[in-house]
């Protein structure tokens, strides 16, 4: 029987027989109505899944995968968040809460 090795070209990371422990990666363009195709087959590769979920290619699907996963960008709430408290503190006005 003959057993076939997958190495991820990305972490050099390896499975036996898994046919799902690679997916293809590419860098594509969209010319224009057609969708996107890759811009120059030397760009693509193939990467295992925890490297698709360490770049943010792939969304956490699990616990484990946060911990690895980017952190995600701020929200545009948190970005005005961050806009108002800095304008507080620059001008030392003090919030007022009204119910
Ligand atoms: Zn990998």
């Given at each position: 029987m003959r057993t076939v090795t997958l190495k991820c070209d990305r972490c050099g990371a390896?499975?036996?027989d898994d046919k799902n422990f690679l997916k293809r990666v590419a860098v594509?363009?969209?010319w224009g109505g057609y969708g996107f195709q890759a811009a120059d087959r030397k760009l693509e590769a193939e990467w295992c899944r925890e490297c698709l979920i360490k770049?943010?290619?792939c969304?956490?699907?699990?616990?484990?995968d946060e911990k690895i996963a980017p952190p995600a960008p701020p929200t545009l709430e948190d970005l005005i968040r961050d806009i108002v408290r800095e304008e507080i503190e620059q001008r030392?006005?003090?919030l007022e809460t009204t119910c």
């Amino acid at each position: 029987m003959r057993t076939v090795t997958l190495k991820c070209d990305r972490c050099g990371a390896t499975a036996e027989d898994d046919k799902n422990f690679l997916k293809r990666v590419a860098v594509g363009v969209n010319w224009g109505g057609y969708g996107f195709q890759a811009a120059d087959r030397k760009l693509e590769a193939e990467w295992c899944r925890e490297c698709l979920i360490k770049t943010g290619l792939c969304s956490p699907q699990n616990e484990a995968d946060e911990k690895i996963a980017p952190p995600a960008p701020p929200t545009l709430e948190d970005l005005i968040r961050d806009i108002v408290r800095e304008e507080i503190e620059q001008r030392g006005v003090e919030l007022e809460t009204t119910c």
